[in-house]
Structures are given as structure tokens and as C-alpha cells.
């Protein structure tokens, strides 16, 4: 008797839920968004040490060189220095591999907020050897993610005030939030400085910028049924 009643239980407890989850109303969906501009508190350096020659082991010895006296000079200043790849190959002649001649490459990533400090500092790895390839300024994560939390206020209070105009274009006098969704896009840059670099350039005048951040609030909302007259 009671694996029976078990048995019971489930084949209609699927009948139950399909009856429940009927709507009691009259289904729409809808999206708002909000959007604000933020200053760019984050510059990325990405640059590159490169060096030829016939002797593979005075190559690494030489860009090893090169790498300490940057690391050396980068820790005084408030940046994160990391290395992003490095490889020693040989280099083609006319479309052939040839072990006559090789190129130790190594590149690195440089990131701060310390952003009035860069012009101190970006000739003077240059001029040890840092080959620029682009910097880019863009939004910290700790700014993006408070900037999205007011925004999504923004865009709920947004959605909220869509919905209410909906139920009284339907004549009720109340709604329902079914199901809602937030989304982040990646900001968009306002302003985006990157451009390539020679060895010795001068450290260049710039200007951070802003970008802009945008949140998506969609979902969709339940009015009460009401009939309407056919005219």
C-alpha cells in the first residue's frame, strides 16, 4: 500500500505543476537598459623584446638583460609587470627554416591606475630595449562592477515603470513579475588611445578617456485577464 501511494504521488505530481504554473494572465515582455560614462582608471602596456643573431645562447643572454633592467626599473613604480610569452625560433630565408640565424622574442604586460606616473617610466623601458606594441586605457574591474550595481537600480526602476505603463494600457490595476534577467555588456570605449611604437620614441602626451557601460534588465510581466469590447 504505501509504494502504491509513492507511485500515486508521482505520475500526478507533474499534472499538479503544469496546472500551477498556468498563466493567470496575460503574458508580455519587455526590456529597459541604463547607461553611464566612466573614466578610464586602468592603462595596459603591452610591449615586446626582440633580438637576431647567429648565437642562440648570447641571444637569451641578451634579452634576459634586457628583461632585468626593465623589471628593475618597474619596481619602484606602482604597476603589475608580468611576462606574456617567450620563444626562441629560427628565422625563415626566402620561405626556409634555418638554424644560421635565430630570434629570441619574450613580450610582457604592464597595467596600473597610477596613471599621472606612465610618462616616468614608458621612454625609460623603451630605452632599455622594450619594443611598444600598444597601450590601451579602459575601467578597472572595482569601478566596472560598482558602476553596474547602480546601473542595474537604474534599469529595474526602468523596467518597473515600462511594466506599469503596459497595465494601464491593459486597464489593470496591478502586475506580476514573472521572470527577470540582468546583463552586463563590455564597455565601450569612448576613447581608446593605441598605436604602435618605435624604439627611443618619446614618452607621449595622453589623455585616459572614458568609456561607457551599459546594463540590460529583460523579463517578462503578468497582468490580470480582462475582456475587451470588439467595436
Known amino acids: 500500500m504505501k509504494y502504491l501511494l509513492i507511485l500515486f504521488t ?90 644560421r640565424e635565430w630570434e629570441m622574442a619574450q613580450s610582457g604586460e604592464i597595467r596600473t591606475n597610477a596613471l599621472d606616473d606612465v610618462s616616468s617610466w614608458l621612454g625609460d623601458i623603451e630605452a632599455k630595449g622594450a619594443k611598444l606594441s600598444h597601450l590601451q ?10 558602476t553596474e550595481e547602480r546601473l542595474k537600480l537604474e534599469a529595474i526602476g526602468s523596467f518597473r515603470e ?11 490595476k496591478s502586475f506580476k513579475i514573472v521572470q527577470m534577467n540582468t546583463s552586463g555588456s563590455a564597455p565601450v570605449m569612448a576613447y581608446k588611445q593605441e598605436r604602435s611604437y618605435s624604439m627611443m620614441a618619446s614618452a607621449p602626451q595622453m589623455s585616459a578617456g572614458e568609456s561607457r557601460i551599459q546594463v540590460t534588465v529583460s523579463g517578462t510581466i503578468e497582468v490580470p485577464f480582462k475582456s475587451f469590447p470588439v467595436k
Open 10 to 99: 508521482l505520475l500526478f505530481m507533474p499534472l499538479a505543476h503544469a496546472e500551477t504554473s498556468q498563466p493567470e494572465g496575460t503574458r508580455v515582455s519587455l526590456s529597459a537598459e541604463a547607461s553611464a560614462a566612466a573614466v578610464n582608471d586602468e592603462l595596459v602596456v603591452y610591449y615586446r623584446i626582440a633580438e637576431r643573431g647567429g648565437n642562440a645562447k648570447m641571444l637569451q643572454k641578451k634579452v634576459n638583460g634586457i628583461a632585468a633592467a626593465i623589471e628593475t626599473r618597474l619596481k619602484v613604480e606602482k604597476v603589475k609587470h608580468k611576462t606574456t610569452s617567450r620563444r626562441l625560433s629560427p628565422v625563415s630565408s626566402d620561405g626556409v627554416f634555418s638554424t
Open 137 to 146: 586605457f579602459r575601467i578597472s574591474e572595482s569601478v566596472r562592477k560598482k
Open 162 to 172: 515600462k511594466a506599469a505603463t503596459i497595465a494601464k494600457g491593459l486597464t489593470a
